[in-house]
């Protein structure tokens, strides 16, 4: 089955500064790759999403590329600010099949 | 986007009692799911709930102990049997509106804990 790895998986940034994460899977027939941010106590909520077929996203200061050679996908989060800190997961989908890293927690210091 | 109420949000139950989680969706969508969060983990997938037929199960999960019902499209309850203390944990339900590899939505979650 579908294996996900996450990395770092804990982030400390200053506030403006750039944060990544990555991920990497290993089945190559998965074919979707979203991204969710959890807050504490909530639930989590996608951010941004990719399709096999696109190689980058970009969705005002959040950005995600995805290189299918190699099975990895990042999360790039510009000029961070403190309502950025949560935990963020991916995901690699095939068939509506979806599994999770095993999660990055951000902080941002203002 | 879909509108999930799972309830209950929390409870509290003791050892060898069980309880049924409840799923809500304010539209019909394809594929309905069951998650456990353990504190500070990732998302685990116990099983994938099938309308009108038996819920399909990952690996290491079992009926006996996860029942799931799916009567309609938009409701699915999960029961968690005979509870020890392992089962504390965050339960959420995900749906996913259909068509292949589109965005699933998440309930907010029900924290139990078994004492």
């Known amino acids: 089955g579908e294996n996900v790895e996450q990395h770092p998986s804990t982030l400390s940034v200053q506030e403006g500064d750039s944060a990544v994460i990555k991920c990497t899977y290993s089945d190559s027939a998965s074919n979707y790759f979203p991204w969710y941010k959890q807050e504490l106590g909530k639930r989590p909520q996608l951010i941004i999403d990719?399709?096999?077929?696109?190689g980058e996203k970009k969705d005002q200061r959040i950005a995600v590329t995805l290189n299918k050679t190699a099975k990895h996908f990042s999360l790039h989060i510009t000029e961070t600010q403190p309502e950025d800190s949560a935990v963020y997961f991916c995901a690699a989908s095939k068939n509506n099949d979806m599994r999770f890293g095993a999660g990055t927690r951000l902080t941002v210091k203002p | 986007s879909a509108v999930i109420s799972q309830k209950p949000s929390r409870d509290i139950c003791q050892r060898g009692t069980s309880l049924t989680i409840q799923c809500q969706v304010d539209s019909q969508v394809t594929m309905m799911f069951w998650y456990r969060q353990q504190p500070g983990q990732s998302l685990t997938l116990i099983a994938t709930?099938?309308?009108?037929?038996?819920?399909?199960?990952e690996s290491g999960f079992v009926i006996d102990k996860f029942p799931i019902s799916r009567p309609n499209l938009t409701f699915s309850t999960l029961t968690v049997s005979n509870m020890s203390p392992e089962d504390s944990s965050i339960y959420l339900c995900?749906?996913?509106?259909?068509?292949?590899?589109?965005?699933?939505?998440f309930g907010q979650g029900t924290r139990l804990t078994v004492v």
């Open positions: 709930a099938n309308q009108g037929s038996e819920a399909t199960y």
């Open positions: 995900s749906v996913s509106q259909g068509g292949t590899n589109t965005e699933a939505f």
């Open positions: 990719i399709r096999s077929n696109v």
